[in-house]
């Protein structure tokens, strides 16, 4: 008999361990598209249930790509480019060309130069090892640029399988659900959600009689502030909309909460402004320095929200880290949670967040 595959997140339906991924009721397998219960629970319930999967496991499915001719497509998050880039890529897929596709890019501001961000992605690509054939700014949530990719993908191919690859919530599943839509007229053909981990397995959408198109599951990148977060913190760090550029004007020794998430305390330099951009949901506070201690103590939870009382108990202690800026625009960058941009550099700043969570400087995206 052959395998039954879950057609939301990949995993090999079986219908012994409810606790196991793939688990489906016997009456499940009558239907004409067999979906797992956690697929199910995901779709109509928004609940996610566990599975006894850790984060290598998706690491050696991707390895599979090695031994293939393939085409891969690198899907990032354009708001979350330094968290979303997998470290590596080449090594897991070989000498497959890839493409590079940067998703969400209905977040960045309307005025942002959109052959500026091209460049920069290619740049910080290089920078980080991973070569690519071409380079495509899309939002699979509005359609934008998805015509482009499309034909691109096509082009690419030559009849060849394709794999779309990315971390987890970088928005593969919405991305493919549009590209099976534009070719078979199928809506919602596998799940998406907000949570990380929903695809557990290659899922296979035949392209014609030679070739298939895949999604894989996501990376899990454990310094991405997503996995430390309850599910509606995860809600409000992710941004639904435009991003609006929140600006403050600076002097040495104050400081600027963003929620009770993170702190940047501006430690050194002559008054500057600060440009951040997060969700819109996160509030931000400023103070003075020598407060901030005290409030990071006593008032985050309350004061300073999010995190709820959930995400608290998952919250690894704070870790300060110091970036010294130099002359030119950077961001400094709290991977899943947003950046701050500094326009003239030449300051030195702390970062305070959780430990684990990844904090980076690069050349300005903006």
Known sequence: MDKLICAGCGAEIQTEDESAAGYAPKSALERETVICKRCFRLKHYNEVQDVDYDDDDFLEMLQQINDTDSLVVQLIDIFDFNGSLIPGLNRLT??????LAANKMDLLPKSVNLNKVEKWLRREAKEAGLLVEDVHLISASTNQGIDELAEAIEQNRSRKDVFVVGTTNVGKSTLINELINRSTGIKDAITTSYF???TLGFIDIPLDDHSSLYDTPGVIQRH???????DEDLKLITPQKEIKAKIYQLNEEQTLFFGGLARMDFVKGEH?????????????HRTKMEKAGHITENRIGEMLVPPDENSLSKLPQWKR?????PEGKHDVV???LGWIMIPEGEVTVHIHAPEGVKISLRESLI
């Open 94 to 99: 070989g000498n497959n060309p890839v493409i």
């Open 196 to 198: 990380p981990g929903t």
């Open 224 to 230: 991405q502030l997503a996995h430390y977060v309850s």
């Open 272 to 284: 500057s402004s600060f440009v951040c951009y997060l969700s819109n949901r996160i509030p931000i």
């Open 321 to 325: 880290q110091t970036f010294r800026v």
């Open 334 to 336: 709290i991977s899943g």
